[in-house]
């Protein structure tokens, strides 16, 4: 399979001249990590979320009065459309990078990210985690180790990440993610403290690191709760709000141990229930 499928119609792409602080609110507007930069129809770089942390704010500079040319990534390794997966996996590894941008001539016209390949299965999971551990940097046994369950983690979540996005028919990881994000909030404030620990403890590494355990139960959440938030928030139609929320429900019982999507089951009103396929056969 080649690049063609991580090529987009629109690109979040800023100049050079644009400021850190709209590099920003363009990530946070969109569920981005990564800006694309470009001057005229030239390629110049990459800005990422750590590239405006470490290079930006970490040295003390002013995010509206920081260009991105201050804080990008130059000379960035970039594939044309036409090169393969594992074209992109060997230049991550090559050039110690997560994301490779696709230039058709001179023109941006796509991003390949790790979180892609990780998510699409494009390689083996040995290679993939290779250039995660070789990011992380080398180490004693101790922490070479310690980053192999790290990369093991990141391999289990995106997985994760993965099942949700091919069930909710979502374009994108940060979609995904997003989904899932919302609507597993929203399902643990449903629940007692109690019960969203004993949830938790079953979600993989990197998501329950993410989600913090609420003071529920709050019976103001309801499936329509969820729904609006879905809508507002991923600017999608009510209809496939409804999907997303229905393959969530599928996903997660898929993950979690049956025992516990009951005891979460008997902690839901009943149009919560239907969520969850084995709740809606058991209503």
């Known amino acids: 399979m080649t690049l063609r499928a991580y090529t987009r119609d629109k690109l979040v792409i800023l100049g050079a001249n644009a400021s850190a602080h709209e590099a920003a609110r363009a990530m946070e507007g969109n569920h981005i990590g990564t800006i694309l930069v470009q001057e005229g129809s030239a390629a110049l770089g990459v800005v ?30 970039t594939l044309p459309p036409s090169a393969s997966r594992m074209d992109a996996v060997r230049t991550m590894q090559k050039h110690n990078v997560r994301r490779v941008p696709i230039v058709d001539g001179e023109r941006i016209v796509g991003v390949v990210t790790l979180d892609d390949l990780l998510l699409d299965e494009a390689a083996p999971l040995d290679d993939l985690a290779a250039i995660i551990r070789a990011q992380l940097g080398r180490g004693g046994p101790a922490t070479r180790s310690r980053r192999r369950a790290e990369a093991r983690a990141e391999g289990t979540y995106w997985r994760l990440l993965n099942e949700m996005r091919a069930a909710a028919n979502l374009d994108t990881t940060a979609d995904a993610e997003a989904a899932l994000d919302i609507a597993l909030a929203a399902l643990m404030r449903r629940l007692t403290p109690a019960e969203a620990e004993d949830l938790a403890a079953q979600l993989p590494l990197l998501l329950r690191k993410r989600m913090p355990i609420p003071a529920g139960p709050d019976k103001r959440v309801t499936r329509e709760s969820i729904e609006r938030e879905l809508v507002e928030r991923l600017d999608v139609s009510l209809p496939h709000a409804k999907a997303i929320l229905n393959a969530f429900g599928a996903t997660l019982e898929r993950n979690v141990s049956e025992g516990e999507m009951e005891d979460v089951r008997g ?3 009943e149009d919560m229930r239907t969520i969850f396929p084995g709740g809606a056969q058991g209503s």
């Open 48 to 77: 990422t979320d750590r590239d405006l942390t470490v290079r930006g704010m970490a040295a003390g500079r002013d995010p509206a009065a920081t260009k991105l040319a201050e804080v990008m990534s130059r000379n960035v390794a």
């Open 267 to 269: 902690q839901l009103s």
